[in-house]
């Protein structure tokens, strides 16, 4: 992203509300979620135009600079008037006054408004319109073969049952004593204010978590996840790297993440047919549409760049505890809002092309010592093997004084 970037109405072509049939919404191009920009777009309302009670994705501001626009409850906002709103808070409904209105509205998460329909008995939040179809669905034993094909041709797939209760009960108990203790608050402080944006301001990440959180060992070299890995990404890379360990825990109040691709990490990087990271996110709490399951675009992989994926393009993924979602990490996703009173916690688990540096340093995040008493399977993933190149026509990576990095761990 760019330090600035400027906004102008002029050539943008303005559109009708569709949710109200009036009204004008000029969306700047420059300005749709973007290389790490927030959404930015400006609404012209004629007179006395009324929408229903509603409420956002994501935190929203808006910059009034014409008319009035009263809103039921809070009063009347008038040019000159800033207003900010939390994700997830129901508001309305709002009309304009006689000579109409005109604001702004900025956010770093999709603004799309969810309508809420009140009767006398009760009041319901309407399901989101991004959430147009789920994902294949695998329940045990697994056919992987489908599994496969599911996910070269979506994008993505659903695999049921992955962790047995008891097994969800040990990895959450073991991530709660590691943050009770308080040695790592596990907020964003990436050193970049757009990045830790783009974490969340109230989700709680933990990498390091064959260190931290010792019950997750089995879940990372799980043999079923990493042979899945390496059977995607084989035509890239002759072996597989853990490139993220990462305990995501969404709180409450967090605005839908900017959506994004994981390999954007790695912009030189064309994509193909065969990816060259792979996901596995793990629910350790049911996954809703009310508490952020994920955002996923099936096929979005085959998209040109700049492509943002339209209301009835995505799928959720509403799982419960133990599921997992499995996707090729570039499709366009993104964690979801969480609207209700709890976090959601997940384990996310990528896998990369044996010759890419992978977004976790495991050199640092897990000690040696550590390191030494693990499996092979996972030392191999946390980069203690070599990338072997040579059957694909290539060379070595990851030498150890012109050897296998195995060497390091053996005893002195």
């Not at 319109?129 to 994902?135: E, F, V, Y």
């Not at 203790?181 to 050193?191: D, I, K, T, V």
């Not at 993220?244 to 959506?259: H, K, N, V």
């Not at 070599?386 to 990095?405: C, F, Q, T």
Request: charge should be negative.
């Amino acid at each position: 992203m760019k330090d600035a970037a400027k906004f102008n109405i002029e050539g943008v072509t303005p559109f009708v509300d569709p949710t109200t049939g009036s009204g004008n919404i000029f969306l700047m191009p420059d300005g749709m979620g973007s290389d790490g920009k927030p959404f930015v777009f400006l609404v012209e309302d004629p007179p006395h135009k009324t929408r229903h009670k509603h409420y956002h994705h994501g935190d929203v501001v808006y910059v009034y600079t014409a008319g009035e626009h009263h809103i039921e409850g809070e009063g009347t906002y008038r040019a000159g008037d800033i207003r900010w709103t939390r994700a997830g808070h129901a508001y309305g409904p709002e009309t304009t006054g006689a000579e109409g209105g005109s604001w702004w509205v900025i956010s770093y998460s999709d603004p799309l408004p969810i309508d809420v329909v009140e009767s006398a008995q009760s009041a319901t939040v309407t399901t989101p319109t991004r959430s147009a179809h789920g994902l294949p669905t695998f329940e045990r034993p697994y056919d992987w073969a489908a599994i496969d094909r599911a996910v070269a041709d979506e994008g993505g797939a659903i695999i049921k049952g992955l962790l047995s209760d008891d097994r969800i009960a040990e990895v959450n108990d073991d991530i709660d004593d590691y943050l009770a203790r308080g040695e790592n608050g596990g907020l964003p402080a990436s050193g970049s204010p757009t990045y830790d944006a783009f974490l969340g301001a109230r989700t709680v990440r933990l990498h390091g978590l064959a260190e931290k959180v010792p019950t997750t060992r089995s879940l990372l070299a799980d043999p079923e996840l990493v042979a899945w890995a390496e059977r995607a990404i084989g035509a890239n890379a002759a072996s597989v790297l853990l490139n993220a360990g990462e305990l995501i825990q969404i709180g409450p109040d967090e605005p839908a993440q900017y959506l994004h691709r994981d390999t954007d990490s790695w912009l030189a990087l064309a994509r193909g047919e065969a990816p060259v990271l792979v996901n596995a996110i793990v629910a350790l709490d049911p996954f809703t549409l009310t508490n952020g399951a994920t955002y996923i675009a099936p096929g979005s992989w085959r998209w040109d760049n700049g492509r943002q994926p339209k209301s009835d393009e995505f799928a959720r993924a509403v799982m419960n505890a133990g599921d997992a979602v499995l996707f090729r990490g570039d499709l366009i996703h993104g964690g979801g809002e969480n609207a209700s009173t709890a976090s959601r916690r997940a384990l996310s688990i990528s896998y990369v092309a044996g010759w890419l540096r992978p977004v976790e340093n495991s050199f640092l995040n897990v000690p040696i010592d550590t390191v030494r008493a693990l499996e092979p399977r996972l030392q191999a993933l946390l980069g203690y093997a070599a990338h072997d190149g040579v059957s694909k026509r290539g060379g070595m990576i990851g030498l150890y004084e012109n050897g296998s990095p195995t060497r390091i761990l053996e005893p002195t």
